[in-house]
């Protein structure tokens, strides 16, 4: 069973482009959290969603960024009009069941570089 | 809200030593805590999570971690240090009663060294 799968792992964009991230949960979760991680602070928490519904964007900046998690393919966080601020690791995390004593598995991040 | 402090952003530890890494959480419900453990570039791993059965939890790689609530603690501990447990340790805590489940707010991390 493969883990939760995010591409890129790098990507570099120029201030004004837009940057697309993809998290591909494990299988059989529909269950998706995304995190940012500046450097040298702890993951923030940006938005939850489950298949076609966003359930809570409280972390998500309220200009440029959006969610969304089609009912097939991959969960996706677009960031437009990047920014040096959003230079960050972004990390995506899933899990099978909505009770929080489940574990979310986490994937190996993308970390965004806007220069 | 809820919050986690980490005391201590970088620890040092010889080979063979005690590991002690801090953490305060502060909720208004019943929490259930988690241990993460961050190697470098690399995404995030459970270690153990508290989830209100046992007050001492047991983890990979020989962790544990003890919930006092009245220090609204949650330690993560291990008797002998090994150069593999170099890396970076979050506490995190979760929310479910809003029915955000697993929405997790994380403390700002332990960067743990072992020296020879």
């Known amino acids: 069973n493969a883990g939760v799968m995010q591409n890129p792992r790098h990507l570099v964009r120029r201030r004004g482009q837009e940057a697309r991230l993809r998290c591909s949960p494990m299988?059989?979760?529909?269950?998706v959290y995304w995190y940012r991680q500046l450097p040298e602070e702890g993951l923030k928490f940006m938005v939850y969603?489950?298949?076609?519904?966003?359930?809570?964007e409280s972390g998500m900046p309220k200009e440029r960024f959006s969610a969304e998690f089609p009912k097939e393919g991959p969960s996706i966080l677009r960031i437009q009009q990047v920014v040096r601020g959003d230079s960050a690791a972004y990390f995506c995390?899933?899990?099978?069941?909505?009770?929080?004593?489940?574990?979310?598995?986490f994937g190996q991040g993308t970390r965004l570089t806007v220069v | 809200a809820q919050s986690v402090t980490q005391l201590g952003s970088h620890v040092s530890v010889s080979e063979g030593a005690l590991v002690l890494l801090r953490c305060n959480y502060s909720?208004?419900?019943?929490?259930?805590l988690f241990w993460y453990v961050q190697y470098p570039n690399q995404g995030l791993q459970l270690l153990l999570k508290?989830?209100?059965?046992?007050?001492l939890v047991k983890g990979i790689n020989g962790f544990e971690a003890e919930f006092k609530k009245s220090e609204t603690s949650f330690h993560l501990t291990k008797p002998s240090a090994h150069m593999s447990d170099a890396a970076e340790y979050f506490c995190?805590?979760?929310?479910?009663?809003?029915?955000?489940?697993?929405?997790?707010?994380f403390g700002t991390g332990t960067r743990l060294q072992v020296t020879l």
């Open positions: 995390a899933s899990s099978p069941r909505r009770r929080s004593t489940t574990e979310a598995f």
């Open positions: 299988k059989g979760h529909s269950h």
């Open positions: 969603l489950q298949k076609e519904n966003i359930i809570d």
């Open positions: 909720s208004s419900v019943p929490p259930y």
């Open positions: 508290y989830t209100s059965a046992a007050t």
């Open positions: 995190a805590v979760s929310d479910d009663w809003g029915g955000t489940a697993s929405k997790l707010t």
